[in-house]
């Protein structure tokens, strides 16, 4: 399928009513691989670029606004990079919100809290998300253009845990 396709199609099931029926069928058409008895709620968005990077089990939920990403990359395919597969097993439920980022596997039963940003993978049977969000590390390097990922990722400073436990007392 061209690209042009590929992103008309992903836009279109975007908005598309059922989701039991055409959302998880049109997805399936661009090359997803779905299972059986799946719900894909509106304004979920699924990698328009790399579909076929991405499994979703049987018997999963997929909740309102929603994001699946299979791959980090700016402008057109550079050669040697591909996406990241990310696989969701059965019986799993990702909250609204949620953030799946590439290269993650979600374990069969697994719950992902409303809002969660997955960047690693997640056991089966937990329930998954942070109730504490703070700062992680000072980014030297933007993660924005004419940047790379991976020039991103070498620029990250961690920062001292000392500041969490003096939040906590």
């Not at 992103?7 to 039991?20: E, H, K, N």
């Not at 993650?104 to 109730?131: E, F, Q, W």
Request: net charge positive; glycine share 10%.
């Amino acid at each position: 399928m061209t690209g042009w396709l590929q992103r008309l199609i992903c836009r279109l099931t975007y908005f598309l009513p059922g989701g039991f029926t055409l959302r998880p069928a049109s997805h399936r058409w661009r090359g997803v691989r779905i299972g059986k008895n799946v719900w894909i709620s509106q304004y979920v968005y699924i990698d328009e670029i790399h579909p076929e990077a991405i499994s979703i089990g049987d018997n999963c939920t997929i909740g309102l606004r929603a994001s699946i990403i299979a791959h980090v990359y700016w402008g057109p395919t550079r050669r040697n990079e591909s996406a990241n597969t990310v696989t969701i097993e059965s019986d799993v439920f990702i909250g609204p919100h949620s953030v799946i980022l590439p290269g993650v596997r979600i374990g069969r039963g697994a719950v992902i809290k409303a809002g969660t940003v997955v960047s690693r993978n997640v056991p089966p049977g937990v329930l998954y998300g942070a109730d504490n969000p703070r700062p992680l590390a000072q980014v030297t390097i933007p993660m924005a253009a004419p940047h790379s990922y991976e020039e991103f990722v070498r620029g990250l400073r961690p920062l001292s845990r000392k500041g969490d436990r003096d939040e906590r007392g």
